[in-house]
Nanobody, 113 residues
Framework: QVQLVESGGGLVQPGGSLRLSCAAS????????MAWYRQAPGKQRESVASITRGGNTNYADSVKGRFTISRDNAKATVYLQMDSLKPEDTAVYYC???????WGQGTQVTVSS
């Protein structure tokens, strides 16, 4: 059973930065594609970024150049470094293993002055 625990969210001013973490268990982490999603109030959940086991990354157009996904296989953890944050980045952020149904509890990111 895949278990995912996100952390690192909070309240930040526009232009600020946050680093999210997601600790995974129940999978062979080093072989798994990992992804970050987000869901803003009243909107559908959307893909933000993904990273393959080889370190290839993919980003939504809305976050390219501002967000960086990375992974530490030794810690079975995936990260999302978020810079130059905008109010429209406000959402609950989730990590996921594509192909598995499990979601974590998410971590709230609020960008506001």
């Amino acid at each position: 059973q895949v278990q995912l625990v996100e952390s690192g969210g909070g309240l930040v001013q526009p232009g600020g930065s946050l680093r999210l973490s997601c600790a995974a268990s129940g999978i062979i982490f080093s072989t798994a594609v990992m992804a970050w999603y987000r869901q803003a109030p009243g909107k559908q959940r959307e893909s933000v970024a993904s990273i393959t086991r080889g370190g290839n990354t993919n980003y939504a157009d809305s976050v390219k150049g501002r967000f960086t996904i990375s992974r530490d296989n030794a810690k079975a953890t995936v990260y999302l470094q978020m810079d130059s944050l905008k109010p429209e980045d406000t959402a609950v952020y989730y990590c996921k293993v594509p192909g598995f149904s499990s979601w974590g509890q998410g971590t709230q990111v609020t960008v506001s002055s």
